[in-house]
């Protein structure tokens, strides 16, 4: 056989054993982040280690919370929604895409894993325009999201960690929701899963008085919960998100509770009997 042709074979064997990447995108609270167990990050490195780097979008919010009152900086609220003032983005500027964003790639690697931190901001990746006419500030509305970076950082076998922070048009930064951001990265890449780490084990629904998993919950499921109120507070973003980006070609949502052993193993192995699955 010509070195020419085992030069060819050898870089093909190389490609197909490299990991596929941007497969899986999980979603991780900013509430919940201080809770997960170091072994939910080695059951991330071990899905690496198997053939899937997944993209990571977090949150942040008691973490903002916390530095404004540390700082001293007022918050708004209109309609029970934080208004954004530009005291208020610089915090979350600093939270989201520094302390946190790196705390996450640090636990990440003291797990044996590679991670590459950065925001929505750098390189375009998430675009937006402001929402709501302005009156909730510097707070964006997704309007595209370019996955070049993200598939450049996991092509390399590094996990994409994202903070939800866009550009505007006008080159200026806004503040993401995060289960937003996080539905709208996974449509963008055409992933087959979108895992939303929570602290709960998934949607709960009221059955003779007692709260049970609900292993399977439908868009239709879904919007009457929202309106009897059984759904309510933080959850409705997250489903939200899960119904878009389903719409937005995502194969597969599950919510789940991210101190439960293996679970991100689990749930990528097919275990349905793990979280909630929110199918159209």
Do not use: W
């Not at 596929?20 to 991330?44: E, Y």
């Not at 708004?76 to 005291?87: A, S």
């Amino acid at each position: 056989m010509s070195e020419a042709i085992q030069s060819e074979i050898g870089r093909t064997e190389t490609r197909e054993s490299m990991p596929k990447p941007a497969n899986l995108v999980i979603k991780c609270g900013g509430s919940t982040l201080a809770r997960l167990p170091d072994s939910f990050f080695r059951d991330m490195n071990r899905l690496a280690e198997r053939g899937t780097v997944p993209v990571i979008v977090h949150g942040g919010g008691p973490a903002i919370n916390a530095m404004l009152e540390k700082l001293g900086i007022e918050s708004r609220f209109v309609d029970g929604l934080r208004v954004t003032t530009p005291d208020v983005l610089a915090v979350v500027e600093m939270v989201l895409g520094g302390s946190i964003n790196k705390e996450i790639v640090r636990r990440i690697a003291q797990s044996g894993g590679k991670a590459a931190g950065f925001s929505g901001v750098d390189g375009g990746t998430i675009r937006v325009r402001q929402a709501d006419g302005g009156r909730l500030g510097y707070v964006g509305e997704i309007t595209e999201v370019d996955p070049r970076l993200i598939r450049a950082a996991a092509d390399a076998g590094f996990m994409p960690v994202v903070a939800p922070l866009g550009l505007g048009p006008d080159g200026q930064t806004y503040n993401i929701n995060a289960d937003t951001a996080a539905g709208a990265v996974a449509a963008a890449l055409g992933a087959g899963q979108l895992i939303v780490v929570t602290d709960v084990p998934g949607i709960l629904r009221t059955e003779n008085g007692e709260k049970r998993l609900m292993p399977v919950a439908s868009v239709a499921d879904i919007e009457a919960m929202i309106a009897g109120g059984e759904i309510y507070g933080g959850m409705i973003p997250k489903v939200r998100a899960a119904i878009s980006s389903l719409s937005g070609g995502v194969g597969e949502v599950v919510i789940c509770d991210g101190s439960m052993p293996g679970v991100l193993s689990r749930i990528a192995d097919g275990d349905r009997t793990v979280g909630t699955r929110v199918v159209p």
